[in-house]
């Protein structure tokens, strides 16, 4: 049977061309540890440097030494927030956070970290305002979401930072549904720091990610995890400059010539370019679903407002069934449940049943959408014979 992958809101599938032979080359053919070696050619140390340069120019970052590596976006949410979050100071979510900000934040808020969560409206959308009717004298950090998991609602990044520089906060964002497919540039949000993952738009491997931070923000932020560098040696202090503090033990070389090559896909491709065929794929199954009886989409109608996340409540029947047959009888793989995003669900009025999560990528096609509402037709027939 044919596969028709729609779960790339999890991780995408398939990835940039070329990668795995990039992936192979480092394992096969470099294989030098980066920073630990006497060596006069270091080709690993380069293709981490360039990287860093590639992401420092996708997010317009002005200082590539401050994109850290981590193993994924949960690690390096992790430290930003964990890193710099003391007992008495309060932080501001939106209600439509994935658990990776989530979960971090309720270990801290046993620690005596207060939190206050902005509720989102049923679409997803966050009022500005009232986020700002949040703030009190012990904020120090906002911390968001630039598009839910769930409802692929884009959230109003640019706005939130101008409140947070006008008010003196620190801002964090959270670009896992959004990096390699949005523009995203960290100046003109005014972000603090920004977190990215390798493998969903940006089209790399599992295990890569990280955060690029400002200076200032990571001078003033603990390193969560210390250890060997490669620089420094004669000191068992943590070393005070960027990558190297928040950067310890051998990196995921591999991944980091996987994302390497993504990168270079994108930039080949062009972000506008992968926007406007997501955006495309994203309006054809929302026009197709939106003609079915009793089906409930998540988010924003249009395509401008929201990222190629489409969930769908079957109101009346099992998502889980729905989800059962469209892989057991088409091969399409989409994703039941509550994505990780309890928080979500709540504020779309779809906890606990969760939805049926369609996200197409770059690599799917209006064909893939056509056969996906003429399954979702057929499924929804089936169980009505079944049920009724
Ligand atoms: C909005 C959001 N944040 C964080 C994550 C966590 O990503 P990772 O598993 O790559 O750390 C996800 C992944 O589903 C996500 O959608």
């Known amino acids: 049977m044919q596969r028709i992958y729609l779960d790339n809101a999890a991780t995408s599938y398939p990835k940039a061309p070329g990668l795995g032979d990039a992936v192979k080359h480092f394992i096969d053919d470099v294989g030098d540890n980066v920073n630990r070696s006497g060596y006069d050619v270091m080709a690993a140390d380069e293709m981490v440097f360039e990287t860093r340069d590639m992401l420092a120019e996708l997010f317009n ?13 949960t690690y390096g949410l992790n430290f930003l927030l964990k890193g710099v979050l003391q007992p008495g100071d309060h932080v501001i979510v939106s209600s439509m956070e994935h658990n990776a900000v989530m979960r971090p934040l309720m270990q801290l808020a046993n620690q005596g970290v207060e939190l206050s969560r902005v509720s989102c409206d049923d679409e ?12 009190k004298q012990s904020t120090k950090m906002v911390i968001v979401t630039h598009a839910s998991n769930v409802s692929g609602t884009i959230l109003p990044v640019e706005q939130i930072g101008a409140v947070c520089e006008e008010k003196g906060l620190l801002f964090v964002v959270d ?22 993952t390798g493998h969903k738009g940006l089209l790399g491997p599992q295990g890569i990610g990280g955060f690029l931070i400002s200076q200032d923000l990571a001078g003033n932020m603990d390193a969560l995890v210390s250890g060997g560098t490669g620089s420094l040696s004669e000191h068992e202090d943590v070393p005070p400059y960027l990558p ?3 950067e310890a033990g051998t990196p995921n070389l591999p991944g980091i010539y996987g994302l390497n090559r993504a990168l270079r896909y994108l930039e080949e491709v062009g972000l506008d370019s992968i926007r406007e065929k997501e955006s495309q794929l994203a309006t054809g199954l929302l026009e197709g679903l939106a003609n079915m009886e009793g089906v409930r989409i998540l988010g924003p109608r249009e395509a401008q407002g929201r990222m190629a996340v489409v969930s769908a ?26 994505h990780c995003a309890p928080s979500a669900h709540k504020t779309l009025g779809t906890f606990p049943q ?10 799917n096609t209006k064909e893939d959408m ?18 009724r």
């Open 354 to 363: 969760g939805t049926v999560r369609f996200s197409p990528g770059h690599f």
């Open 175 to 196: 670009t896992a549904q959004t990096a390699g497919v949005l523009e995203i540039d960290f100046e003109r949000i005014k972000a603090d720091a920004l977190a990215f």
């Open 61 to 73: 970052f002005p200082n590539p030494e401050n994109v850290v590596f981590t193993l994924n976006i």
């Open 124 to 135: 997803g959308k966050i009022d500005v305002e009232s986020l700002r009717q949040h703030i």
């Open 313 to 338: 409540d079957f109101v009346g029947y099992d998502n889980a069934q729905v989800a059962y047959f469209l892989h057991k009888h088409h091969g399409i793989r989409t994703r039941c449940g509550l």
């Open 370 to 387: 056509e056969k996906t509402l003429s399954a979702v037709r057929q499924a929804l027939k089936e169980l009505d014979s079944i049920l």
């Open 244 to 246: 190297d503090k928040f």
